[in-house]
């Protein structure tokens, strides 16, 4: 037992550390969010964006339980899978909602059988709104799931650094 909460209590330190960012005024905790569109029974983008979201310590969101971000970010991962090859309606809503003054940096990431245009089309929207967008980005194949979540995991620490 005290094992189990010495180890809690670590995760809890080191996810917030994975956030402190030394910069000339000091040390500052970075906020950090991780939305996503998932649509399916399968829950593939949400899986892989909890992954995303355990590697920093933090809780992924739903866009359909969040339609706007309420909280500035300084990293917001953002993701969705196609459907029929185009991207989620709610997904594109989401992106063209997204206010300049609220992220300061955008990472994507999408699930799929074989095409990125997720991403890519997410990448021209948020562009077009002034958003910077990182080039590098996160995929994993949708029958490849279960074997991309530690993978997941660490761009999601390596990509809030």
């Not at 905790?29 to 892989?48: D, H, L, Q, W």
């Not at 979201?53 to 991962?77: H, P, Q, W, Y």
């Not at 194949?141 to 997941?152: C, R, T, V």
Request: aromatic share 8%; net charge positive; with cysteine.
């Amino acid at each position: 037992m005290m094992k189990d909460l010495l180890k809690n209590i670590l995760n809890v330190i080191q996810s917030y550390c994975s956030q402190l960012v030394h910069c000339s005024k000091g040390l500052f905790i970075m906020e950090i969010a991780v939305r996503y569109c998932s649509k399916t029974k399968f829950g593939n983008t949400r899986r892989i964006a909890e992954a995303i979201a355990d590697g920093i310590g933090i809780k992924a969101v739903s866009i359909a339980d969040e339609k706007n971000l309420k909280e500035k970010a300084d990293i917001l991962f953002l993701g969705g899978a196609p459907y029929a090859n185009i991207m989620a309606p709610e997904l594109k809503e989401y992106a063209e909602g997204l206010d300049p003054k609220m992220v300061s940096k955008v990472v994507l990431f999408t699930t799929s059988n074989w095409s990125r245009r997720t991403v890519l089309a997410l990448k021209k929207i948020l562009n077009e709104k002034g958003l910077p967008v990182c080039e590098d980005y996160f995929y994993a194949h949708m029958l490849n799931i279960d074997g991309k979540i530690e993978a997941a995991k660490e761009f999601g620490i390596k990509m809030s650094r």
